[in-house]
């Protein structure tokens, strides 16, 4: 429906900064509330970060609120992942998806997904 692929990821020390994006193709991307999860070995897929249609609303989890900022840019049909201060826990495959709406922390709500792209904090 949706087509999602993630850049950006990759080795950095603990309190860098990275900057992922995503990028989407095919259905109209401004209708979708997207957000970005991340798995961490042996963890679950875990809620990052929503952003809603307009880009006017955003939620974060708890462990990255103050650090992490996501934002869009319609017009080029991609939502982007800041990560300051990264932390060694913060090393997972970060993907983005599309959501049936926004404020759902749910990886049912969540339709399209990305590949991923990995992001590694070393200490």
């Known amino acids: 429906q949706v087509q999602l692929v993630e850049s950006g990821g990759g080795l950095v020390q603990a309190g860098e900064s990275l900057r992922l994006s995503c990028a989407a193709s095919g259905r109209t991307f401004i209708n979708y509330p997207m957000g970005w999860f991340r798995q961490a070995p042996g963890k679950e897929r875990e809620f990052v970060a929503a952003?809603?249609?307009?880009?006017?609303?955003?939620s974060y989890a708890d462990s990255v609120k103050g650090r992490f900022t996501i934002s869009r840019d319609n017009a080029k049909n991609t939502v982007y992942l800041q990560m300051n201060s990264l932390k060694p826990e913060d090393t997972a495959v970060y993907y983005c998806?599309?959501?049936?709406?926004?404020?759902?922390?749910?990886?049912?709500?969540?339709?399209?997904w990305g590949q991923g792209t990995q992001v590694t904090v070393s200490s």
């Open positions: 998806a599309t959501s049936r709406m926004y404020g759902s922390r749910r990886w049912t709500d969540f339709g399209s």
């Open positions: 952003i809603n249609r307009s880009g006017g609303s955003t």
